[in-house]
């Protein structure tokens, strides 16, 4: 059998129903999604992931808008309980980041206003 290195955990937890160590792959795959699509919910949760792969033009009531086509890529299948337990995390993590995000709203409007003051400046 070959000599397999050492790994240490990227993450170890000890206390009453929650015992794990946490491991990286040796490969680990990055995937983006636009957004989710339908879910269907029971003992297991599946999500489907969807990318944006382009728009057309239709007309409602008279005006023409944009309409996205979109694809699903990927069906996200998850045990219900740990999927909710993670949407506690984030929610938690939101409202403790909500000070940047504030700021960075702050940043991104202010940006936003001298780009908008500096084209009306130009003279054509």
Not at 18 to 41: C, N, Q, S, W
């Amino acid at each position: 059998m070959p000599d397999v290195p050492e790994r240490k955990p990227i993450l170890s937890e000890r206390t009453v129903g929650r015992m794990f160590d946490f491991y990286m792959a040796p490969e680990v795959e990055h995937l983006f999604a636009d957004g989710t699509g339908r879910a269907i919910l029971g003992q297991l949760t599946k999500l489907e992931l969807y990318r944006v792969i382009g728009l057309k033009q239709e007309v409602h009531g008279g005006i023409g808008v944009n309409v996205e086509e979109r694809e699903i890529f990927c069906v996200l299948t998850i045990p219900t309980v740990p999927l909710v337990e993670t949407i506690g995390v984030l929610i938690d993590q939101l409202g403790n980041n909500m000070p940047l995000f504030d700021a960075a709203h702050e940043q991104l409007k202010g940006i936003l206003r001298n780009a908008i003051r500096q084209a009306a400046a130009v003279k054509v």
